[in-house]
């Protein structure tokens, strides 16, 4: 409970001394602000940099306002410059995929445990979608079952499974019994700064097959999927003073995906199973 207060107490700090960086230092800028402060629903905050993209801008907080604002009001974040969009075939129905990575099995988190309220929620909403659950979850098998279903079949393709951003240093440590690193071959080769990666189901027992974000977003924008959601932790993780690419959402935007949702940090599957269950029990409108 400490080290929550803490925490608590620290992100307040931070969103009040970033939004007086936005607007305090800018006697017009919060002029107009304060005139449309209640008014406002949506903020985006468009960047292409990689270092603007990590400061930690849901924790804005106006000093004058209860909560940061981002919680009553939807954020949003875009880049300046983006390839051209991902091109839908008109449907009935949104069509929904979800593949739900556990290559450790039994030593894993359960199968169900995102996959089930997301899909009481869209029954208890009554909403038109249709989804495919997608066994096995491996890398192969998503690239042939956007191939079976053709580029623009997708509305959603919501990704549940493990995901990280490391350095050289770090990959190179990982047990070789527990990972395959195929975009690699036999040997990684050495790279600087920091990928973010994203663990499928390999085929083989107990064993993740990483695959680099590059990679994904190559397959699911050539496949013109516009919308993606990443239940992986850290996808949208950016590392300031590194400007090299390593958000996987960010990489997939840039790729010319509409929409991404994605996590910045490392986050418990307890704390996911909450998320989703106050979606599913109060606000089922929201997705």
Known sequence: TVKAEAAKVSVRSYGESLFEQVFKRDVDAYEEYKGIRNSIRQIEIIGNSPEFQALHWEALHDPQMPRPLAVDR???????????????????????????????????????????????????????????LLRPATFEALSDHLEEKGAGFYHIVHLDMHGAVMSYEQLESMPRDRFTFRDFGEQVEPFEGVKGFLSFESGVPGKSDLRVAAELAELLTGKNVPVCILNACQSAKQVRGDERETSLGAALMAAGMQTVLAMGYSVTVTAATISLSADVAGQPERI
């Open 74 to 132: 939807v954020m949003v974040r875009k880049l300046k410059q983006v390839s051209e969009r991902a091109i839908v075939a008109p449907s009935a129905v949104i069509n929904l995929l979800v593949v739900t990575a556990r290559p450790g099995e039994e030593n894993d988190v359960n199968h169900r445990t995102i996959s089930r309220p997301l899909i009481e929620l869209i029954g208890q909403s009554q909403l038109r979608v249709k989804v495919d």
